[in-house]
Structures are given as structure tokens and as C-alpha cells.
């Protein structure tokens, strides 16, 4: 079955404790993607991949990062966790090519940070 | 950097009504414009795209058009079921720049039975 997974999806974690969110795609797509939504706030792209080892920021990319090693997987890594960052996370992929942008999402990780 | 905007942050309607939600967009760069649909507790799901170079796309009840001069777009669903109820987030990218995406956002709509 073609999908994206995250885990874990559901976290409950301490300030300053590191923490990995893994994203994983079966369906050979280019293009990966994080985004964070808050109420009122709507979707907000954190970071973005083009393709493997090719990242950019997107729009709230502050105390986070991201890495893509491999075409399937890209983990989201927060390395000194803070109360702000409380919030529902989505990855995402795409093909990315000229015929087809859609994005297909992930179940979501429910991450908060006490 | 791009700035999208989404009217009205929620909407009731009656069952067999027809709902419009608009989002306006900055960036004339901008050249894809997708709309997702995301019910309670579930991820966010495209229902239909429209690309800079068409004036409208429909598919069975749910069309959007897309005025590039005033930088707005629009869904349209008409025959509202109650099943439509959910958040709809409209988005805009450059395919041409990055494929960075934007999100309005979300109008929570209600189709009353």
C-alpha cells in the first residue's frame, strides 16, 4: 500500500530533551516535506527536499532540522525542544515533477513539549 | 516571500447549498494553487489543483478558478452534502522557484442537514 508513515505519533517530552520524528514514503517520490499546524495558523511549511541530500527552509524553520540520506526516509530532529514547538507536525511527499505536485500527508505526530 | 490569505475562517450552509471560499496570494511568481480538504482527526487530503495557466478546473461538484491579475483564487462546491463538513486550506507554490508551499489559513465549513 502506497503511504507515508510517522512516528511516533503521539510524544510527550521534557525542554532541552532531543527528539527525532521519522517520515518514511514507499512510493518513490522526490519531494518531502514538514509542516506544523496550529490552530488558527493553518499549515506552515518548516522545511523541505527537492531530492536526496537537497534541503531548503521553508517558512518556520528555527529549532529544527532535517536531513535526506535516502529518497524514502526524512527524520525532522529537534535538538533542544522548547514549549513553543508544542504542536501537531505533518510529512508529506510528492512526486515533485512537471504532471503531478500533489502532496500526500502522513497520519501526523501530537508532539508536546512541557 | 509569498503570503496567502483565506475568507471566511468558517462557513455554515444548508445541505444542497453552494459554499465559496477565497484565498488571495501575493507572489505573481506563484504558478500552482492546491486545495486540501481535512476532516476532524485526519490528514489533509487534495481535492483539486489548478496551475497558473487555466482560468478554472471542476470536477463533479468541486471547482476552482483562478484569476492570476487580481491574485485570487476560489472552490466552489455546490450541492453541499454533509459529508463536505471538514477544513478546507487553500496553498500556493512557485514549481518554478523551489516548490516552497503556502497555506491559507483553513475555513471550517459546515453543511447543516
Known amino acids: 500500500e502506497a503511504q507515508v508513515t510517522q512516528n511516533p505519533r503521539y510524544l510527550i517530552t521534557v525542554t532541552g530533551k532531543k527528539l527525532t520524528v521519522t517520515c518514511s514514503q514507499n512510493m518513490n517520490h522526490e519531494y518531502m516535506s514538514w509542516y506544523r499546524q496550529d490552530p488558527g495558523l493553518g499549515l506552515r511549511q518548516i522545511y523541505y527536499s527537492m531530492n536526496v541530500e537537497v534541503t531548503d527552509k521553508g517558512d518556520v524553520p528555527e529549532g529544527y532540522k532535517v536531513s535526506r540520506k535516502e529518497k524514502r526516509n526524512f527524520p525532522l530532529i529537534l535538538e533542544s525542544p522548547s514549549p513553543n514547538q508544542t504542536s501537531l507536525y505533518f510529512c508529506a511527499s510528492s512526486p515533485g515533477t512537471g504532471f503531478s505536485y500533489e502532496q500526500y500527508f502522513g497520519p501526523g505526530t501530537r508532539l508536546t513539549v512541557t | 516571500g509569498e503570503n496567502v490569505e483565506q475568507h471566511p475562517s468558517t462557513l455554515s450552509v444548508q445541505e444542497g447549498d453552494s459554499a465559496v471560499i477565497k484565498c488571495t496570494y501575493s507572489d505573481s511568481a506563484s504558478n500552482y494553487f492546491p486545495w486540501y480538504k481535512q476532516e476532524l482527526g485526519k490528514r489533509p487530503q487534495l481535492i483539486i489543483d489548478?496551475?497558473?495557466?487555466?482560468g478554472e478546473k471542476k470536477d463533479q461538484r468541486i471547482a476552482v478558478t483562478l484569476n492570476k491579475t487580481a491574485k485570487h483564487f476560489s472552490l466552489h462546491i455546490t450541492e453541499t452534502q454533509p459529508e463536505d463538513s471538514a477544513v478546507y486550506f487553500c496553498a500556493a507554490s512557485s514549481t518554478n522557484t523551489g516548490n516552497q508551499f503556502y497555506f491559507g489559513t483553513g475555513t471550517s465549513l459546515t453543511v447543516i442537514p
Open positions: 489548478i496551475r497558473s495557466n487555466v
